[in-house]
């Protein structure tokens, strides 16, 4: 069961099986609030559904066919109005505690569900910056303008030569750094 990571897959290029001269390009992922899994794939001119999709390979998603099925694009649809979008979403925990924001996620191909979010409190203009891996069981809720973890994901205090930094870490979770 390959394992997928938004960052990598985003910006690659989309070809359908059947036309071989349609290309695409994948814009965004859009994940179900409810569920925590793929609703679709978000190119520049059309929506894939994870139904058709076939393989990745050679730095191109490869897809059967567009998504005609109504039901799938009025639940797309919600999605979008209701701009619950998983990447830039703002982390915090049950007592309300901010861990950052989501930088990536994965997700497998089998139930398309995310697997874990990886959540960056830096500043854009960081290079080098440790992300806090908090895994689907630890994940309760994701809303449009937040994500909320369990509780037990703690800020701890590092000495990073004359500064002082904090991380999160997991205690009691299966959460990391």
């Known amino acids: 069961m390959p394992i997928f990571k938004a960052k990598k897959i985003i910006g690659l290029e989309i070809k359908i099986k059947s036309q071989k001269t349609f290309q695409d390009k994948l814009v965004d992922i859009i994940v179900h609030p409810d569920f925590g ?16 999709f076939r393989s990745l390979s050679r730095g191109q998603l490869l897809f059967d066919a567009f998504s005609e099925d109504s039901a799938k694009k009025k639940e797309v649809n919600e999605v979008l109005k209701s701009r619950s979008f998983i990447l830039k979403n703002k982390v915090e925990t049950e007592s309300g505690h901010i861990l950052g924001r989501v930088s990536d996620f994965e997700f497998d191909d089998i139930s398309w569900k995310i697997q874990r979010i990886f959540v960056s409190n830096a500043a854009i203009l960081k290079i080098f ?3 806090l891996m908090i895994p689907k069981d630890d ?21 990073s030569g004359a500064k ?9 979770t299966g959460a990391s750094l």
């Open 37 to 52: 899994a793929v609703l679709a794939f978000a190119g520049k001119k059309a929506i894939f559904t994870p139904d058709h």
């Open 129 to 131: 910056v440790n992300k």
């Open 139 to 159: 994940i309760l809720y994701i809303g449009k303008d937040k994500i909320i973890v369990r509780d037990g994901i703690v800020k701890k205090e590092v000495k």
């Open 164 to 172: 002082v930094e904090s991380e999160y870490v997991g205690v009691g």
